[in-house]
């Protein structure tokens, strides 16, 4: 090699490390930057055993592969990381340039870990609030957690019943729930972090001291321990509590704080579907009362109801119907059904509040017209702008037959039909409930013959529009038609017969909700032993 180094390599004045070696692995020349990153580095010396090994392999293959100076290698020299850029002499030896890359690298690294820490949070969000079922959001969060932030998770939620709803994950593993009836305060900072209360850094939680009902089986001596809490609407959702086993590296702040980013958005998720649930048991409780009842046989006489609200997914609307057993026997039972105008929750709960008063209304039943005006005026005074329709019956069985009072306030007539299948229409006419200052309607008295029922039932069915077109009502005529080919059947097979019908015609076309109550006299005597209260003990 020449003595005097090329004019595009000035070796010997640039601020940078450069050290020059030859095709064999020889070190010609260091600068003074070099020698002071490479210690003991000498002209002369072989490059292996004088620079870290991924320099040195980086020569080789610069030697082996051709020159060029495209080529880029980086490694560590101690505790920072440096570029390696190669320059190719004219007689092939290889200057080789250092620049500091440890800033940089460690910037990269940063961002790298936000984007992922990001990306996981994104994911995490998603896949918490993808279901608003408590347990499955403590199984999610165990699991995300043991797998990207601990060895192991514990998602601990409030006290309930006197035990710790508990879920634990191991790495790799799956969620396994428990109910413990432990102390919190075993642990250093779970008690706070259940009340919500910030978190206590984990260089203060000695991990020998963790209790042994903390650690999973199987997961072996705990090296670090991070406790924080799991926030809430308002009120704690829990706590989440991280494990790493002794010989893996302590959570570090930097760690910590992510932690109590995940444990937010999982608390938000916990704390939602906590509140579904708890909305969804208050509103499994009200609607109890406010679902229509099962009908059955009632001092021989049958009774079979059947009802569909307007949309599928809603379990109530505005139609309602109800049967009340005689309080003595030999006294009638009465019936009502109605039509709250409007649809789903807003008509159901006027729909609840017309249910309650005709039951406080009962020891009048027998007057039909004093239950309606009573009735109206509680609806007339309510703040409700609503008015409703009904239909009511007193049915009593004497000697076989069934004898009936139906009283309409502007409802469909109910609709007889005998035993041939003659289908007869309700004498009885009234005005609308709770818009007029007075509710005149009339009586009529029906009588059922062994075999022959009246049909209630709200405009829901008559005029629910389908078809072949899709635009045409079910309507009064083929509702009439259906029924006089029911004769015989029983109350219950009635019921459903009108249902399909109703339901194939509308297909999932929008309709009103529908009810339909059967008022039926029975073929058969009833065993006087069960008080008419038990179905189908019948004989002939």
Same mark, same amino acid.
């Given at each position: 090699?020449?003595?005097?180094?090329?004019?595009?390599?000035?070796?010997?004045?640039?601020?940078?490390?450069?050290?020059?070696?030859?095709?064999?692995?020889?070190?010609?020349?260091?600068?003074?930057?070099?020698?002071?990153?490479?210690?003991?580095?000498?002209?002369?010396?072989?490059?292996?055993?004088?620079?870290?090994?991924?320099?040195? @392999?980086?020569? %080789? =293959?610069?030697? +082996?592969?051709?020159?060029? #100076?495209?080529? !880029? *290698?980086?490694? $560590?020299?101690?505790?920072?990381?440096?570029?390696?850029?190669?320059?190719?002499?004219?007689?092939?030896?290889?200057?080789?340039?250092?620049?500091?890359?440890?800033?940089?690298?460690?910037?990269?690294?940063?961002?790298?870990?936000?984007?992922?820490?990001?990306?996981?949070?994104?994911?995490?969000?998603?896949?918490?609030?993808?279901?608003?079922?408590?347990?499955?959001?403590? @199984?999610?969060? %165990? =699991?995300?957690? +043991?797998?990207?932030?601990? #060895?192991?998770? !514990? *998602?601990?939620? $409030?006290?309930?019943?006197?035990?710790?709803?508990?879920?634990?994950?191991?790495?790799?593993?799956?969620?396994?729930?428990?109910?413990?009836?432990?102390?919190?305060?075993?642990?250093?900072?779970?008690?706070?972090?259940?009340?919500?209360?910030?978190?206590?850094?984990?260089?203060?939680?000695?991990?020998?001291?963790?209790?042994?009902?903390?650690?999973?089986?199987?997961?072996?001596?705990?090296?670090?321990?991070?406790?924080?809490?799991?926030?809430?609407?308002?009120?704690?959702?829990?706590?989440?509590?991280?494990?790493?086993?002794?010989?893996?590296?302590?959570?570090?702040?930097?760690?910590?704080?992510?932690?109590?980013?995940?444990?937010?958005?999982?608390?938000?998720?916990?704390?939602?579907?906590?509140?579904?649930?708890?909305?969804?048991?208050?509103?499994?409780?009200?609607?109890?009362?406010?679902?229509?009842?099962?009908?059955?046989?009632?001092?021989?006489?049958?009774?079979?109801?059947?009802?569909?609200?307007?949309?599928?997914?809603?379990?109530?609307?505005?139609?309602?119907?109800?049967?009340?057993?005689?309080?003595?026997?030999?006294?009638?039972?009465?019936?009502?059904?109605?039509?709250?105008?409007?649809?789903?929750?807003?008509?159901?709960?006027?729909?609840?509040?017309?249910?309650?008063?005709?039951?406080?209304?009962?020891?009048?039943?027998?007057?039909?017209?004093?239950?309606?005006?009573?009735?109206?005026?509680?609806?007339?005074?309510?703040?409700?702008?609503?008015?409703?329709?009904?239909?009511?019956?007193?049915?009593?069985?004497?000697?076989?037959?069934?004898?009936?009072?139906?009283?309409?306030?502007?409802?469909?007539?109910?609709?007889?039909?005998?035993?041939?299948?003659?289908?007869?229409?309700?004498?009885?006419?009234?005005?609308?409930?709770?818009?007029?200052?007075?509710?005149?309607?009339?009586?009529?008295?029906?009588?059922?013959?062994?075999?022959?029922?009246?049909?209630?039932?709200?405009?829901?069915?008559?005029?629910?529009?389908?078809?072949?077109?899709?635009?045409?009502?079910?309507?009064?005529?083929?509702?009439?038609?259906?029924?006089?080919?029911?004769?015989?059947?029983?109350?219950?097979?009635?019921?459903?017969?009108?249902?399909?019908?109703?339901?194939?015609?509308?297909?999932?076309?929008?309709?009103?909700?529908?009810?339909?109550?059967?008022?039926?006299?029975?073929?058969?005597?009833?065993?006087?032993?069960?008080?008419?209260?038990?179905?189908?003990?019948?004989?002939?």
């Amino acid at each position: 090699m020449s003595t005097d180094a090329p004019a595009y390599v000035p070796w010997t004045s640039v601020p940078y490390p450069v050290l020059i070696a030859d095709p064999a692995g020889a070190v010609l020349h260091v600068n003074a930057q070099a020698s002071g990153l490479f210690p003991g580095i000498r002209s002369g010396a072989a490059l292996a055993g004088s620079v870290p090994t991924w320099l040195a @392999d980086a020569h %080789a =293959r610069q030697v +082996a592969d051709g020159p060029s #100076d495209n080529v !880029l *290698v980086s490694g $560590p020299v101690g505790e920072r990381t440096f570029e390696a850029h190669p320059t190719v002499q004219d007689d092939g030896d290889v200057a080789w340039w250092f620049v500091d890359d440890t800033d940089h690298r460690l910037a990269r690294e940063a961002l790298r870990m936000e984007r992922e820490r990001t990306a996981f949070l994104a994911e995490a969000s998603n896949t918490l609030l993808s279901s608003l079922n408590l347990e499955r959001c403590m @199984d999610v969060t %165990a =699991r995300l957690a +043991a797998e990207h932030l601990a #060895d192991a998770a !514990l *998602v601990i939620a $409030p006290r309930s019943a006197h035990r710790l709803p508990v879920v634990v994950c191991l790495r790799g593993g799956g969620a396994q729930r428990f109910q413990w009836n432990v102390d919190p305060e075993e642990v250093p900072g779970l008690g706070e972090a259940l009340q919500g209360f910030p978190p206590v850094p984990s260089r203060w939680v000695d991990p020998a001291s963790a209790p042994a009902w903390l650690v999973p089986d199987g997961f072996g001596t705990v090296g670090s321990i991070v406790v924080t809490p799991l926030p809430g609407h308002g009120v704690p959702a829990g706590a989440l509590i991280l494990l790493r086993r002794s010989g893996e590296t302590a959570f570090s702040e930097a760690e910590e704080v992510f932690a109590r980013l995940f444990a937010a958005r999982a608390g938000a998720a916990m704390s939602a579907a906590r509140l579904y649930a708890e909305q969804s048991s208050l509103s499994r409780t009200l609607m109890q009362d406010l679902l229509p009842p099962v009908l059955h046989q009632i001092s021989g006489v049958d009774f079979a109801g059947g009802y569909r609200p307007s949309k599928d997914h809603e379990r109530i609307g505005g139609d309602f119907y109800d049967v009340h057993p005689a309080a003595t026997d030999g006294e009638a039972s009465f019936a009502v059904l109605g039509d709250v105008c409007g649809k789903g929750l807003e008509a159901a709960v006027l729909t609840g509040k017309i249910r309650n008063t005709l039951q406080a209304l009962l020891p009048m039943a027998d007057d039909h017209q004093r239950v309606i005006d009573l009735l109206n005026g509680a609806l007339i005074n309510s703040r409700h702008t609503r008015f409703a329709t009904l239909v009511m019956a007193s049915a009593v069985r004497k000697a076989g037959s069934v004898r009936l009072q139906v009283t309409s306030a502007g409802h469909p007539p109910a609709l007889i039909v005998r035993s041939d299948g003659t289908v007869e229409e309700g004498s009885s006419r009234g005005t609308l409930v709770g818009v007029f200052p007075t509710a005149r309607a009339t009586t009529a008295q029906e009588t059922l013959a062994p075999g022959e029922f009246c049909v209630l039932f709200t405009d829901g069915i008559t005029e629910a529009k389908g078809g072949p077109f899709g635009d045409e009502m079910f309507g009064e005529d083929r509702l009439k038609d259906a029924l006089a080919r029911c004769a015989g059947m029983p109350a219950e097979a009635i019921v459903e017969h009108v249902q399909m019908l109703a339901s194939q015609w509308v297909g999932s076309a929008t309709h009103d909700d529908m009810a339909v109550m059967v008022i039926a006299a029975p073929r058969s005597h009833h065993l006087s032993a069960v008080d008419g209260h038990t179905r189908g003990r019948f004989t002939a």
